[in-house]
């Protein structure tokens, strides 16, 4: 909807990366390709590993026993039975990478089949799967293990097996959620409406976009797999005589007094191992959201300050007169101070190493009892420029320069508990969506009061007085059923009123309005316009509305300020700006209105019907 | 909500007979007579093996065993131990305290570290919160029974700080409680705390996203009132999901340790009865766990319904 | 000549049981060959569920679809497939309505190979496709996000396109689009039908919209359509209450008519809803 909220949130923020292109950013985040190396050795050492081997692993020979490390032939030294420390370690890793592989495919092939097929049909699959699931996740995994070990003597394999059944819930729950959320994206609807049949569809558009996040919970259950299994090796439960990193571990416990050193190898090797799943999943999922940038750090911002500042000194050395004749122009046209004055104010957002600018040297004025409207597209920087004003514009914004001071006090720079004192009550703010607005675990009511009392020393009694008060002054017909209410119990319009309630409940001087009916239907839309009128009228508090529709414009402001790519490109009275537009854009915008369009003629046929 | 709670109940029941009733017949799928050599001894005599089966009602059907086992839960009753023909309520209740102690422990650790330490990382950024992920990073790739060997080696048995093994229950002495039960813990819980404080943090920072947040900070609320009061309470059920999910994680850790620091726990308790071939008891443990579970699961689902008010009040 | 469709009674409902919601309460309209009928309605209203159901996209609970002569209502997925050569969809949020990991010539190549054409011939419709709608025919090989919104809305026409299809349901195409850029792209609406002989079914909430592009424009209220007629008629001179409610609710880019219209606007009674719902019901 309004664009210069993308600015801030999409573009910066999370922009997903394309999902073709997950391989390759992962290869580049060198703590994933240092997993991946990791993990490629050991594995190709799982497979080799009877050719390398120095030793037969089980092989006992006393002179070794308890043997220091680094000496002789015996690299890492000797165990308590004198066994080669080293060629365990090596013949252990077959054990370790069969176990991962055995969990990961019974995981992946239960929790995804059944994952697409709930999240993509849904109905009674979807049910009695989502029961079932949530059974096994309730199904103490270990101690089950522990007896299949015990009571029944089974392998490793099918202990892994049950294991990744038991684990597969989580697998299930993310391939379900995914799938739903494809499901329900209008290109998936556009394939349907096209006759692409069902298969197709989860071929094309639905594992395109579970693959890597599927990867990225492999990694983490191949890792947890591997702990796992040698927990229980170290509890005693592996297969005799088959070497294992958590046997080592149980043998040189039970040695620690005499060489507590040999903890240190099977606990390395088993590290390593889960250690390279961990970041590899933890690669793929920032990878996924994004994140994978380099943070701006401080010194950095400090540095990119410092580039515009000196931009901006320059530009103030010429730009004297700038201000000389602002200031000027202020006293010229009327003989008090404005109650809002933004001069050269330029907002700025550094995204993967380049600057934006958003808002550009923007200067203008909101005098007393003005309504004011700010009239652009999307990416004009009209939003920016409000956020900028009530110091609440992103962290990653950078205000390179500029002025904003309300009733001549400078806000840039402001600490923020002075700005506490000023925002709601010298200046309040209605959002443009009202429901995502207010807080969803709090009644209409107590919110309002947190603000009231913000703001007023008003005990809770009054608060709460003033805030039924106002409910019913925003044209709510039951304030205190409203009162108690919580969000989602009321409608947008409603939601509407009560954050134009809680803004003006402190009787603020200015109010910014950022695309205030923009989320309504029209006639809500015009109920809300009229409200924002009478209440202008009454308390002749200045009123800043943000808005691309010119309609609103015409409806409510005095002045209007026309914006593009973070420029002002027109601003004047209202009725002058409709009838005598000066700059092409504006023209161009004021051209694009429908309203005077003349409508099709109704089909030749159907004419010809009506006649 | 009083609906809302009767199902949950209604589905905890349905896992706990699901889940019993399925180990129950897998324990019992070799047969009674190879359960009969497995505690006789696999020279046994024939005789003696056919007595045993009979005299442990393993000659009845499966399903009319299990309807038994089932029937005493209600009396208390979970039959006697195939090897010391104990009552396995009796052998379990000394060592329910102890597996208790450690879950309950581990909880409040993990709870209350990482929400301090998620809410650091988020408020402050920074070196903080790179620390915080690094740390993260390498703790979860650390099992936590390696964890606590190293635990055992440094704190007890070099430095002698608390006792390397055994258990003192809270009734005898509260510090002598808190000294056996510590370091198995930290030793569960460190890895939980950390991945779980990352999560804290970025519900935190996705949470300061949200519009509202914007509103009410429009409205001249402090940043400290908007992060307790508005924040917090709005992140809530997404860390009290997720932490659940991790302590049930946990509970297999929690098993292991119990072994290494000796402490007499249900853990234990199964795995040695598993060795010795003694079911009643095994499944004694497994029922305790499915019961630990299915109320952590349902702890956090009232939690969560009561904190979203859409559940709570409709 | 025979209307292209025909919605007889169409009632369509969410959920079950309790939670029944009916949405569509009986709904008729008519689109001729190549007509633009413009369907009008505030948020909630059923508009998009209409055009839903015409897509096959909800089942229908009951009333009659006819397409062509021929009874769709209920449509197996065989003839809904054969159907989508003849019904296409424009959607509104030209951002979701495009697979971010599919590249331009992937997404408009889907609908032609899911009909059976082969790839080689494929491959010069979609040049020509990209050529209608004036998108530059290197656009091919990148991918939705490289796209502004107005670009990503034109590629979203082309594979509305590419089956030549006799009807296409646009839900709300232009209303997340910037103002200059919405313009352009109803023009482009506009001329494509002038040019293919395609009908429109034009589900918009702003009635400066549908009243540029329509032939006949369809207004809805809850469930109901409550008045259709003629283009102008509808949008200069609406009959029922609600329509007047809404024309007068509409704004204005000038300061004097718009300040009549308000007057008009606050001078009318109050809606009665349950005198709406028997009379839309009729």
Redesign the interface.
């Known amino acids: 909807m309004s664009a210069d909220a993308d600015i801030t949130g999409r573009a910066i923020a999370a922009e997903p990366i394309v999902r073709r292109g997950v391989f390759r950013a992962l290869l580049r985040n060198p703590l994933t390709a240092a997993s991946l190396v990791v993990l490629a050795l050991f594995a190709v050492i799982a497979i080799i590993q009877p050719w390398i081997l120095p030793y037969p692993p089980n092989e006992v020979n006393l002179r070794l026993t308890n043997a220091a490390p680094f000496g002789s032939d015996y690299l890492l030294g000797g165990d308590n039975y004198g066994r080669d420390i080293l060629s365990r370690l090596i013949a252990s890793t077959r054990g370790a990478f069969q176990a991962a592989a055995v969990l990961s495919v019974v995981a992946v092939v239960i929790g995804t089949t059944a994952g697409l097929i709930a999240g993509y049909y849904g109905r009674v699959f979807d049910s009695v799967a989502s029961w079932l699931f949530s059974a096994i996740m309730a199904v103490p995994a270990v101690i089950i293990l522990i007896s299949l070990y015990t009571l029944l003597g089974v392998s490793t394999t099918v202990a892994m097996a049950v294991f990744g059944f038991l684990v597969s819930p989580s697998m299930f729950w993310m391939v379900r959620t995914l799938t739903r959320n494809v499901r329900n994206e209008l290109y998936v609807d556009a394939a349907r409406v096209a006759g692409l049949p069902d298969r197709r569809i989860v071929g094309r558009h639905v594992l395109i976009a579970i693959r890597a996040p599927v990867i990225l919970m492999i990694a983490g259950l191949a890792g947890a797999g591997i702990a796992v299994q040698a927990g229980l090796e170290f509890l005693g439960l592996g297969q005799a005589g088959v070497p294992s990193w958590g046997a080592m571990l149980t043998d040189a416990f039970g040695n620690i007094y005499v060489a507590p050193e040999q903890l240190i190898w099977p606990a390395v090797a088993l590290g390593l191992v889960t250690s390279a799943f961990t970041l590899i999943s933890i690669g793929v999922r920032d990878t996924l959201e994004g994140t994978y940038v380099k943070p701006s750090t401080r010194a950095r911002r400090r540095e990119i300050e410092a580039l515009l500042g000196s931009a901006a000194a320059e530009r103030t050395l010429g730009g004297t007169a700038d201000a000389a004749t602002a200031t000027t122009a202020t006293t010229s046209t009327s003989t008090s101070q404005p109650l809002l004055a933004i001069d050269g104010l330029r907002v700025a957002y550094e995204s993967g190493g380049s600057l934006t600018t958003v808002v550009d040297d923007v200067s203008f004025r909101v005098e007393k009892g003005e309504v004011v409207g700010v009239v652009g597209e999307s990416g004009s920087g009209k939003t920016q420029t409000v956020f900028a004003t009530l110091g609440l514009l992103p962290e990653e914004a950078i205000v390179a320069r500029g002025s904003i001071r309300l009733d001549g006090r400078e806000l840039l720079g402001l600490p923020e508990r002075d700005l506490l004192e000023i925002r709601g009550h010298r200046m309040a703010y209605v959002p443009q969506e009202p429901l995502s607005n207010l807080d969803p675990s709090f009644t209409v009511g107590s919110q309002l009061v947190h603000g009231i009392r913000a703001q007023s020393r008003a005990t809770k009694k009054e608060a709460r007085d003033l805030a039924l008060a106002m409910l019913d002054r925003v044209g709510i017909a039951d304030p205190l059923r409203v009162y108690r209410r919580y969000p989602h119990q009321i409608s947008g319009g409603m939601a509407q009123r009560v954050l134009i309630a809680g803004a003006v409940a402190c009787t603020p001087s200015l109010l910014l309005a950022d695309e205030p009916t923009t989320a309504l239907d029209v006639t809500i839309q015009a109920e809300v316009l009229d409200l924002l009128r009478d209440l202008q009228t009454e308390t002749g508090m200045g009123v800043l509305i943000v808005t691309h529709n010119f309609g609103v414009v015409a409806d409510l402001c005095d002045r209007v300020v026309v914006m593009r790519s973070g420029r002002i490109v027109e601003e004047g009275r209202v009725g002058d700006v409709f009838t005598r537009p000066q700059h092409e854009y504006t023209r161009m915008l004021l051209g694009s209105v429908l309203d005077n369009a003349a409508p099709r003629e109704a089909s030749a046929r159907r004419k010809a019907a009506h006649a | 909500m009083l609906t809302y709670v009767a199902r949950r109940l209604g589905?905890?029941v349905?896992?706990f007979v699901?889940?019993t009733g399925i180990?129950y017949v897998?324990?019992h799928?070799?047969g009674a007579d190879s359960i009969a050599y497995r505690l006789l001894g696999a020279d046994a005599r024939p005789e003696e093996v056919e007595i045993k089966v009979h005299a442990l009602g393993l000659d009845r059907s499966l399903p009319e065993q299990y309807a038994g086992w089932f029937g005493g839960l209600f009396r208390g009753d979970l039959g006697e131990s195939f090897v010391s023909n104990q009552d396995v309520t009796a052998i379990m209740s000394t060592r329910v305290p102890v597996t208790l102690s450690l879950i309950a422990a581990t909880l409040v650790l993990t709870l209350v570290f990482s929400v301090v330490l998620g809410v650091w990382a988020a408020t402050r950024g920074?070196v903080v919160d790179r620390v915080i992920q690094v740390v993260s990073?390498?703790v979860?790739?650390?099992?936590g029974?390696?964890l606590a060997?190293v635990l055992v080696?440094v704190f007890a048995?070099n430095l002698g700080l608390f006792p390397a093994t055994g258990f003192i229950p809270i009734t005898e002495t509260f510090g002598g409680w808190l000294s056996t039960i510590f370091l198995p813990s930290i030793a569960i819980a460190l890895g939980a705390i950390f991945s779980l404080a990352v999560w804290v943090r970025s519900s935190i920072i996705d949470m300061r996203?949200?519009?509202?947040v914007?509103?009410?900070?429009?409205?001249?609320?402090?940043?400290r009132?908007i992060m307790y009061?508005?924040v917090l309470?709005?992140a809530a059920p997404s860390i009290v999901q997720m932490l659940g999910l991790q302590i049930?994680a946990l509970?297999?850790?929690a098993?292991?340790v119990e072994?290494?620091f000796a402490l007499p726990g249900i853990?234990q308790m199964?795995?040695d009865a598993?060795?010795a071939?003694d079911?009643p008891v095994?499944l004694g443990?497994?029922a305790f766990?499915?019961v630990?579970?299915?109320i952590i699961?349902i702890a956090v689902d009232l939690i969560n319904g009561f904190?979203?008010?859409?559940v709570r009040?409709s | 000549m025979p209307d292209l469709l025909t919605a007889h009674d169409l009632r369509v409902t969410y959920g079950r049981g309790r939670n029944a919601n009916e949405v569509l309460k009986g709904v008729s309209v008519e689109i001729g060959q190549g007509e633009t009928l413009g369907l009008v309605g505030e948020s909630g209203s059923g508009k998009t569920t209409l055009g839903r159901a015409v897509l096959g996209l909800v089942p229908v609970a009951g009333g009659t679809l006819t397409f062509a002569g021929e009874d769709v209502t209920r449509l197996g997925a065989r003839g809904r497939r054969r159907l989508a050569r003849d019904i296409q969809v424009v959607f509104q949020d030209p951002y979701t309505s495009l697979n971010p990991s599919m590249t331009i010539r992937d997404i408009l190549t889907e609908p032609l190979v899911a009909q059976g054409a082969k790839k080689k011939d494929a491959a010069s419709t979609v040049r020509a496709l990209l050529d209608q709608v004036a998108m530059p025919a290197d656009a091919l090989d990148r991918y939705s996000r490289e796209f502004s919104g107005g670009q990503r809305q034109r590629i979203a026409i082309a594979r509305a396109l590419a089956l030549d299809p006799k009807l296409i349901v646009c839900d709300e195409p232009v209303s997340a689009l910037d103002l200059s850029t919405q313009l352009k792209v109803l023009d482009l609406f506009i001329e494509l039908q002038q040019r293919t002989g395609v009908a429109y079914l034009f589900i918009s909430h702003d009635l400066s919209v549908v009243r540029h592009v329509s032939h006949r424009v369809a207004v809805m209220y809850r469930g109901h359509i409550v008045e259709t007629g003629p283009a102008l008629q509808v949008t200069d001179d609406p009959q029922h209450p609600y329509t007047q409610r809404l024309w007068a609710a509409n704004l204005v880019a000038d300061p004097a008519e718009q300040a009549n219209r308000r007057a008009v606007r606050q001078s009318l009674p109050p809606l009665d809803d349950d005198a709406l719902a028997a009379a839309g019901a009729t």
């Not at chain 2, 914007?214 to 409205?219: A, F, G, V």
């Not at chain 2, 904190?307 to 859409?310: A, D, E, T, V």
């Open positions: 589905i905890g349905l896992v699901a889940v180990s897998l324990y799928v070799r920074g990073v390498i979860s790739a650390v099992p029974y390696w060997l080696i048995l996203r949200q519009d509202f914007r509103t009410l900070r429009s409205r001249g609320l402090s940043p009132s009061r508005h309470r709005n049930i509970l297999g850790g098993i292991i072994r290494i853990g199964s795995l598993g060795l071939g079911i095994v443990g497994v766990f499915v630990v579970i299915v699961n904190l979203n008010p859409k009040i």
